[in-house]
């Protein structure tokens, strides 16, 4: 039976991971920082309060463990120094324990920032082309990915989602509760393309490259190959809640004041910094955000659902069931 340890484990992809390879009875072990919300992780004797500064910690907790999937990431702050530690430092420490260690399978969360957009929609990003991350999230998980390649000495995976939906998720949260308040503003006149991908086929294809040599210093994107606008996607969100809707475009230029206003702001109240910052509207005014996945879904042999809407239906419903929503 493999032992498989878990970064992140707190996290809305590293808690659905915890949760499906616990069902698959791999013996699993969710690591989390002390005082984190650890709702999302049904069994809770799994979790291990870890310090990720302790390396004397990570090496008692990573003895005798088959396979490693590094999910903990920081995915916006005020400073690259935060991301240098937490997405940069923490990957080389755990590449530098797992080397000597008996791990046989390295296995890191990467991002498609770090891939970064298209040039157009006939033009998916692969994971041959040179990566060209706009923000500082993306230079850094690429900075990461570079560690990992360089210095694993055991085999490695690399796998780059595109944005994750599905039950446990906050961030598409934000958008059904804005469809169910009828009124959604969109930035820009012209379309955004993007590929999404449903967290339960993420997870199965996740667990698919596990000791799986067919995958080993590889690099994969996971993304479901269906492309989709940001109209389409929140019409499709209005119909499964049964919310007419109202799309207010604004213009570009104007998401950078804001921006600066936002981050003032809490800086001032010394809140946490906020969604809409200067590096996300790098995200916001790219076009095409989108991937081939085609190698993922060969090598791995795995057809991704087109049951888009009902996986949506699903979404809604875990939120009003939690009352979230």
Known sequence: MKKIVITGANGFV??????????????????????????????????????????????????DTDILIHAAALTRSRHWSDFQRVNI???????????????????????QAVTGPAIDKNHKKKESEQPDPVTRYGKSKLEAENIIMKKAEIPWTIVRSVSVFGPGDKDFLKLFKLVKNHFVILNGFKHKYYNLIYIEEMVNLIK????????????????????????ELVKKIGRVINSKVVIIKIPELILSPIAIIFEFTSKLIKCRFPILNKEKVKDFKENYWIVDSSKSQ?????????????????TYQWYKNMRWL
């Open 208 to 231: 698919k490259t596990i000791n799986n040599k067919r995958t080993f210093n590889e690099i994969f994107h996971l993304a479901n190959p269906r492309i989709i606008t940001n109209k």
């Open 89 to 111: 430092d923490l990957t080389e420490k755990l590449v530098d324990i797992c080397n000597n260690l008996s791990i046989k399978h390295f296995i890191f969360i990467s991002s």
């Open 298 to 314: 060969e090598l791995l042999n795995y057809e991704m659902s087109n049951e888009f809407e009902n996986f949506l239906s699903i």
């Open 14 to 63: 590293g808690s659905s991971l915890v949760n499906r390879l616990k069902l698959d009875n791999y013996v699993v072990s969710g690591l989390v920082r002390k005082n984190c919300n650890t709702d999302l992780i049904k069994d809770k004797k799994c979790i291990h309060i870890v310090d990720y500064n302790n390396s004397e910690q990570l090496k008692k907790i990573l003895k």
